[in-house]
């Protein structure tokens, strides 16, 4: 079980769009697409914010896209606003019942 | 009001053992996977153990496998997390989550406020 790859920081002007990746193995984001991105801001408690790769629950705006490809997810920003400034996590489904998060990024908007 | 509410950390000395609660309502908990995710104040998420809906699935995080046991009773709407031989790396701020399906998938959609445990001579 070792943790998913994340870079510690990424960022954007408002409007733009930033693209955080997160790299796992063969026995993770590469065999399994149930991966999860989660948004927490300071003091707070995670939110979800992309399920099953690519899926929003309620409420997340569409400004917010997940994707797979081999053993890398992704987590795309699109026309980023001031409230998006936050640490953001992915997680993966590793088999036998086990789950591994990525280290988190930073993500700061310019 | 959908939430969970978690107790039972607090101050131990190291190889001491320590039992968290977690006290779920507002919505049918024996539908769902239950799990436990923890903190270091400033640092990254780390899960911890995890359970389907029926207790059939239990999983645990390298770190804590053969010391933490998480169970659940489904008809105390309640989850636990059983902890021995504790030593300082495991203090943190300990979230009881809820899972999207009945069995493990990581899909975190609730989290409580957590229980500090800090594990210190």
């Known amino acids: 079980q070792s943790a998913l790859t994340q870079p510690p920081s990424a960022s954007g002007s408002p409007g733009q769009s930033v693209t955080i990746s997160c790299t796992g193995t063969?026995?993770?984001?590469?065999?399994?697409?149930?991966v999860a991105w989660y948004q927490q801001h300071p003091g707070k408690a995670p939110k979800l914010m992309i399920y099953?790769?690519?899926k929003r629950p309620s409420g997340v705006p569409d400004r917010f896209s997940g994707s797979k490809s081999g053993n890398t997810a992704s987590l795309t920003v699109s026309g980023l606003q001031a409230e998006d400034e936050a640490d953001y996590y992915c997680?993966?489904?590793?088999?036998?019942?086990?789950?591994?998060f990525g280290g988190g990024t930073k993500l700061t908007v310019l | 009001e959908v939430q969970l509410v978690e107790s039972g950390g607090g101050l131990v000395q190291p190889g001491r053992s320590l039992r968290l609660s977690c006290a779920a309502s507002?919505?049918?908990?024996?539908?769902?996977?239950m799990h436990w995710v923890r903190q270091v104040p400033g640092k990254g998420l780390e899960w911890v153990s995890g359970?389907?809906?029926?207790?059939?699935?239990?999983g645990h995080a390298d770190s804590v496998k053969g010391r933490f046991t998480i169970s659940r009773d489904n008809a105390k709407n309640s989850l636990y997390l059983q902890m021995n031989s504790l030593r300082s790396e495991d203090t943190a701020l300990y979230y009881c989550v809820k899972d999207m399906q009945p069995d493990i998938f990581g899909y975190f959609d609730l989290w409580g406020r957590g229980t500090l445990v800090t594990v210190s001579a």
């Open positions: 507002g919505f049918t908990f024996d539908d769902y996977a």
């Open positions: 063969s026995s993770d984001i590469g065999y399994y697409d149930y």
């Open positions: 359970t389907s809906w029926n207790s059939g699935s239990t």
């Open positions: 997680c993966s489904y590793a088999g036998y019942s086990v789950e591994v």
């Open positions: 099953e790769v690519s």
